[in-house]
Antibody
Framework: EVQLVESGGGLVQPGGSLRLSCAAS????????MNWVRQAPGKGLEWVSF????????YYADSVRGRFTISRDNAKNSLYLQMNSLRAEDTAAYYC?????????????WGQGTLVTVSS | DIQMTQSPSTLSASVGDRVTITCRAS??????LAWYQQKPGKAPKPLIY???NLESGVPSRFSGSGSGTEFTLTISSLQPDDFATYYC????????FGQGTKVEIK
């Protein structure tokens, strides 16, 4: 069974940092591209970041570029999102999302999300 | 950036109704479009990919069509479990979501 389990969310002050983790199981993690997608409370979905299977390509939304860093450890079947210089507008549920193999970008499996709250 | 616009934002319907949601892209995305269903407090659930391909396990009352800039999601006979918010997403150039369509009980 495919599983993506996020962790690391919580309450952080503006300007602070947080590191999200996503533990993957039930599939060959090292062969899949991965993403982070977020959703502010009561709002729509926003793609945040992408990393290719071997980490050779990474992309970021304009809203987080320069502040967030995506990474992965294929030996540990884990995906990460390092978030620095956090702002109130970064408050959201963050989802770890798998890209369907060979699909050119379709997101076929989502974790349950971890909530990040940026507030003083 | 590619913008995605869904209509309507809210849709009131009854069980058994045929429901259609439209999604427009600001430029051609060929057929690189997906649809997701989301219920409160839950992660989005993939329904359709590449504009018209049904994800495994999704009921056949859901269908998708379109290419280029105009796409539709149709639910042929609305069921109680279908009341939710639906999002389109383009994956032609990076990823962008529509603003969502809430399907509520009439």
């Amino acid at each position: 069974e495919v599983q993506l389990v996020e962790s690391g969310g919580g309450l952080v002050q503006p300007g602070g940092s947080l590191r999200l983790s996503c533990a993957a199981s039930g599939f060959t993690f090292s062969t899949y591209n991965m993403n982070w997608v977020r959703q502010a409370p009561g709002k729509g979905l926003e793609w945040v970041s992408f990393v290719s299977s071997s980490s050779t390509s990474v992309y970021y939304a304009d809203s987080v570029r320069g502040r967030f860093t995506i990474s992965r450890d294929n030996a540990k079947n884990s995906l990460y999102l390092q978030m620095n210089s956090l702002r109130a507008e970064d408050t959201a549920a963050y989802y770890c999302v798998r890209e369907k193999f060979g699909s050119s970008g379709y997101h076929d499996f989502w974790g349950q999300g971890t909530l990040v709250t940026v507030s003083s | 950036d590619i913008q995605m616009t869904q209509s309507p934002s809210t849709l009131s319907a009854s069980v058994g109704d045929r429901v259609t949601i439209t999604c427009r892209a600001s430029q051609s995305i060929k057929s690189w479009l997906a649809w997701y269903q989301q219920k409160p407090g839950k992660a989005p659930k993939p329904l359709i990919y590449q504009a018209s391909n049904l994800e495994s396990g999704v009921p056949s009352r859901f269908s998708g069509s379109g290419s280029g800039t105009e796409f539709t999601l149709t639910i042929s006979s609305l069921q109680p479990d279908d009341f939710a918010t639906y999002y389109c997403q383009q994956y032609n150039t990076y990823w962008t979501f529509g603003q969502g369509t809430k399907v509520e009980i009439k």
